[in-house]
């Protein structure tokens, strides 16, 4: 069974410029959340979708956006980018809903981007 | 808002020791998780616990679930290089949807 996958694994933006990054999650799972993790913040929330519905949203600014399509594959986007933008995303997938008892987790490889 | 404490920020240990981390929380939890990463890697799951009291083994890592549901422990027996990495917690909360990190625990073994 293929992992979470995420693409590109690596990039590199100029600030003001948007990005889209895109996951596709294990198969079977239906629930996608993304995370950004820097040195200093750790790993941070942005938002999850079950069914291609947004669940939960972390305080991350409007530029941070993301969807689900109706083939659980996800994809976020980060327009206006700023040099603190800079960042490993990282995107998980579970089998059920968020919040409910037995849940797992399991993360992809994340997306490296960088802001110059 | 709800916050894991994860202790120790980082630990220097010799090969062939035993290792133990742990995560608290003033909040309740349904579902204790622990990772590990590698450098330029994502997290990889390491031991799901569901239950106040489980214990649970994979290998040498063995991780165990508060009675109160409000903190878990994960032990490493006889620490190899490869075990060398960042170990995160994550808490699970019915109650509102919600997953929440530890900020992790930064292993080196030294040579």
């Known amino acids: 069974k293929a992992g979470v996958t995420q693409t590109p694994r690596y990039l590199i933006k100029t600030r003001g410029q948007q990005v889209t990054l895109s996951c596709s999650p294990i198969?079977?799972?239906?629930?996608v959340s993304w995370y950004q993790q820097t040195p200093g913040q750790g790993l941070q929330f942005l938002f999850e979708y079950f069914s291609e519905t947004q669940r939960n949203k972390g305080n991350f600014p409007g530029r941070f956006s993301g969807r689900q399509f109706s083939n659980s594959r996800s994809e976020m986007n980060v327009s206006t980018l700023e040099l603190g933008d800079s960042a490993l995303y990282l995107c998980a997938s579970s089998p059920t809903p968020p919040g409910s008892s037995g849940n797992t987790i399991y993360f992809g490889e994340g997306s490296w981007l960088t802001v110059v | 808002g709800q916050q894991l404490n994860q202790s120790p920020q980082s630990m220097f240990i010799q090969e062939g020791e035993d290792v133990s981390m742990n995560c608290t929380s003033s909040s309740i939890f349904n579902t204790w998780l622990w990772y590990k990463q590698d450098p330029g890697e994502g997290p990889v799951l390491l031991i799901a616990?569901?239950?106040?009291?489980e214990l649970t083994s994979n290998g040498r890592l063995t991780a165990q679930f508060g009675i109160t549901r409000k903190d878990s422990f994960l032990n490493i027996s006889a620490s190899i290089p490869s075990d060398v990495g960042i170990y995160f917690c994550?808490?699970?909360?019915?109650?509102?949807?919600?997953?929440?990190f530890g900020k992790g625990t930064r292993l080196h073994i030294l040579p």
């Open positions: 616990l569901y239950k106040a009291g």
């Open positions: 994550a808490g699970l909360m019915n109650r509102d949807d919600k997953i929440i």
């Open positions: 198969s079977g799972h239906r629930s």
